[in-house]
C-alpha cells in the first residue's frame, strides 16, 4: 500500500498536480532536533534545474504539520507537506486514450477503474518522492553515525554523464543511469534471516522509487559467474573486516560489519518527446504518440538523494527492529 516499515513506520500521500504531497512519519523518538533548514540540502539536491531534468520548478517548501515543537520532535506523528504550485495539467489528457509505452497510465487504469487522477502521472510521479527525501532527513538523524552515500556513476553505460545528457537532449529521447549506495558504520547484526534480510528491506523501499528496475548487493549479478573461492569474503580482522567485499556487507541477511554496498539501476524516463508507435484505446487502432508534457531526460540524476533518503528509512525501522 502507501506504508512502509514497522517501527519507523512512513505513510506517503499525493498526487502531482493536486493540492500537495507529503508524508506523515510514525515512531520517530522525542527530543530530535528538527527543523525547516535541515531540510534544505536534501530537497535541493532532488530539485529539477540541471541539465537534463524537468523544466518544472517548484518551491518545494516543506510545511511541518505535526510531531514537531520548538524544533525539536514530540514523539507524535510527523507530517511534512509540499503544495504544488506549478502545474500545467492539459499536457496529460491525452494519455488516458494513449497511455504512454512505459509509464503507469496503462496499469494505474486497470488498477484503479479509470479513477485515477492521470495529471502528471498523478500518485505515480516522481514528485511523490519528495516526501521520502524529507522523511530521509530524519531517519539520517535518527541511524547516525551510520553514513549513507549515493552517487550517480553512469548514465547510459557511460561515465561521461554531461557528454551522455547533451547527446540524448540532442535526440529528443531519455537515457538511464547506474547509482551506486554505499552503507557505512552499520553495527554487524543488523537485520534478519529471511523475509526481513537487510537485502529484503532495503530492496523492497529502492524498488518503491518510480523508475528504479534493478537493485543489486556487493557483487551482485556478476556472482552468478563466479567461483566459490573467488566470491568468499575472507575475514582478516576480530571485528570482522574482511578481504573482499563481494557480499556487499550482508550474510545470511544480517549485516556483517563491512560496508553495505548496493548497485541501483535506474530506467530511461518513459515519456519523451520522439514519436512512438503505440495503441490508442479510444480508436483500438495503432497511433503514434509524442508526449507532451515537461519531464526529466534522465531521472537518474535526481535520484541518488531518493536512495539515501530510502535507505535511511529502511536502516532505521532495522535498527528500531534490533532494539
Ligand atoms: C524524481 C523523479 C522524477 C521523474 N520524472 C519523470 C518524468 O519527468 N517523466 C516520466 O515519464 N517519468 C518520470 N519519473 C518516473 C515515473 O514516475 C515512473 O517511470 C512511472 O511512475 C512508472 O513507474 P516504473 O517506471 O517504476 O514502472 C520520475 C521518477 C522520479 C523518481
Known sequence: MNSFGR???????????????????????????????DFTADLNRRKSGARGTTPRIEADMPEILSGVYRDCTTGAPITIL????????????RFMAVPRPGHADFSGYKKFNGFNDPRGGGHFSGRITLGIVAAGVVAKKIIS??????VLAKVGGSEDIQAKIEEVLAENDSVGGLIRCRISGLPAGTGNPFFDSVESVLSHILFSIPGVKGVEFGAGFDAANMKGSEHNDSFVSPEGETLTNNAGGINGGISNGNDITVNIAV?????????????????????VLKAGGRHDACIALRIPVIVEAASAIALADLLFAKK
Open 7 to 37: 517501527f519507523f513506520r512512513v505513510h506517503i500521500f499525493g498526487e502531482s498536480h493536486g493540492e500537495g504531497t507529503g508524508i506523515c512519519i510514525d515512531g520517530c523518538p522525542e527530543g530530535i532536533p528538527l527543523s525547516l533548514d
Open 145 to 150: 553515525p551510520v553514513n549513507i552515500e549515493a
Open 267 to 287: 530506467k530511461p524516463t518513459s515519456s519523451i518527446g520522439r514519436e512512438q508507435k503505440t495503441f490508442n484505446f479510444e480508436t483500438r487502432e495503432m497511433d
Open 82 to 93: 509540499f503544495r504544488n504550485e506549478n502545474t500545467r495539467s492539459s499536457d496529460y489528457g
